[in-house]
């Protein structure tokens, strides 16, 4: 059973930096395309960015420049670095990992395995 972990949440005003981590245990992440997506209340969970088992990245349009998603395999972890915050980033921000082969995916149902989720709060 692969279970993620997540961490690295919490409140911070806008203009402001948090990193959220990820850690997968019971399994191996390497040959797996990671993703992070993130949910407010009431509407549908949303794709934030995705990394391939190759380091090739891919972000939504409304974090693109501002967040960085990397992995490190040798700890089965995958990272999300959120720069220059927005309260529009608030919502619970979730780690997942896809099934099949390690190529770059952006929808919901391409992920096999999800964390619990961890909530950024960004104040204005």
């Known amino acids: 059973q692969v279970k993620l972990v997540e961490s690295g949440g919490g409140l911070v005003r806008a203009g402001d930096s948090l990193r959220l981590s990820c850690v997968a245990s019971s399994s191996t992440i390497s040959n797996n395309a990671m993703g992070w997506f993130r949910q407010v209340p009431g509407k549908e969970r949303k794709f934030v960015a995705t990394?391939?088992?190759?380091?090739?990245?891919l972000y939504a349009d409304s974090v693109k420049g501002r967040f960085t998603i990397s992995r490190d395999n040798a700890k089965n972890a995958v990272y999300l670095q959120m720069n220059s915050l927005e309260p529009e980033d608030t919502a619970v921000y979730y780690c997942a990992q896809a099934g099949g082969l390690g190529y770059i995916r952006t929808a919901v149902h391409e992920y096999e395995y999800w964390g619990q989720g961890t909530q950024v709060t960004v104040s204005a």
């Open positions: 990394i391939s088992w190759n380091d090739r990245t």
